[in-house]
């Protein structure tokens, strides 16, 4: 049995720790809330911009634009959205499963990644994958940074350095833990698809001042909301992660902190029992 020295020590230690993790919790709930308020304000526009340019693709006859062309498909590219940190219980590993299932199953293509977030760069560094490029650091969710993926995304699909781009990355559920999800980004063909398969005529608008320059500016449009919302809702389910983490590591830090308490009651009374047996045992010799 442990000594009392022994067992204080690691009370002391347990406090410590309970004392880390709540304060870790509470700054992941302000950032979670911050985060949130910045995605449900933004969800809105993406939702509207995403119906706009599906309706407007599927307005124009014989689309040539580069970005919708439909090739034979031999080389794949998965950008994967990762944290920058750990200790958010198991979104990160998530991560890495479906990343390397989704490896597996394009065995037959020429895949390989993109990563962004330093989790993501740091895992799979050291693993025989081909890394495109990799994004370190993703705690800045700005126009600009985003601005910087679309572009390079675009080089890779309009040089023909790959074939097709998918992303990985968690959702958000209200209530429960998000989910993996992968996503089309280019080509753009499957928007056409999808249009087509939901049974409605397509729209016919008025453009002002030319088909031409509305429908450029809103490729970029979309195509940079598309990596916004991703990076955004991903951030939000990094947070909610981690705050969920760190509230159960504060529980169960509660609940061993209790068996030590009990523990130290049960030394403290055992050694007293002891020592009083040993005086009553001494007396009853001199007797």
């Not at 526009?45 to 689309?63: D, K, P, Q, T, V």
């Not at 990563?115 to 895992?123: A, L, P, S, V």
């Not at 890394?131 to 995304?153: C, G, H, M, W």
């Not at 020592?275 to 010799?285: A, Q, R």
Request: charged content about 30%; aromatic content about 10%; hydrophobic content about 40%.
């Amino acid at each position: 049995m442990a000594s009392l020295r022994q067992i204080r020590r690691r009370m002391k230690s347990i406090e410590n720790i309970h004392e880390i993790t709540k304060a870790m919790e509470m700054i992941a709930a302000f950032r979670f809330k911050k985060a949130e308020h910045r995605f449900t304000r933004s969800k809105h526009y993406f939702f509207e911009l995403e119906r706009l340019f599906s309706n407007f693709s599927a307005s124009i006859e014989n689309l040539t634009d580069p970005l919708f062309e439909k090739r034979e498909v031999t080389k794949k590219l998965l950008v994967l959205v990762t944290a920058d940190k750990g200790l958010c219980g198991s979104y990160n590993t998530n991560l890495f499963k479906k990343t390397m299932l989704w490896l597996k199953e394009n065995q037959k293509f020429d895949a390989a990644l993109l990563t962004i977030g330093k989790m993501g760069y740091e895992h799979f560094k050291k693993r025989p994958v081909t890394l495109l490029s990799v994004y370190p650091d993703r705690s800045q969710v700005d126009i600009a940074f985003v601005k910087k993926i679309t572009e390079d995304l675009k080089t890779l699909f309009l040089n023909k350095t790959v074939d097709s781009i998918e992303i990985l990355y968690t959702d958000f559920r209200v209530g429960s833990a998000g989910r993996t999800k992968v996503i089309p980004f280019l080509s753009l063909g499957y928007l056409l698809e999808e249009t087509g398969s939901s049974g409605l005529p397509p729209i016919d608008y008025i453009y002002e001042p030319g088909l031409n320059e509305i429908f450029r500016a809103l490729i970029s449009k979309y195509l940079e909301g598309e990596i916004y919302g991703v990076l955004l809702e991903s951030l939000v389910s990094e947070h909610s992660a981690r705050m969920v983490a760190m509230k159960q590591a504060t529980e169960n830090g509660e609940e061993v902190l209790d068996d030590l308490v009990l523990l130290r009651n049960k030394t403290r009374q055992a050694t007293i029992t002891r020592e009083l047996s040993e005086i009553v045992s001494g007396s009853s010799v001199l007797v």
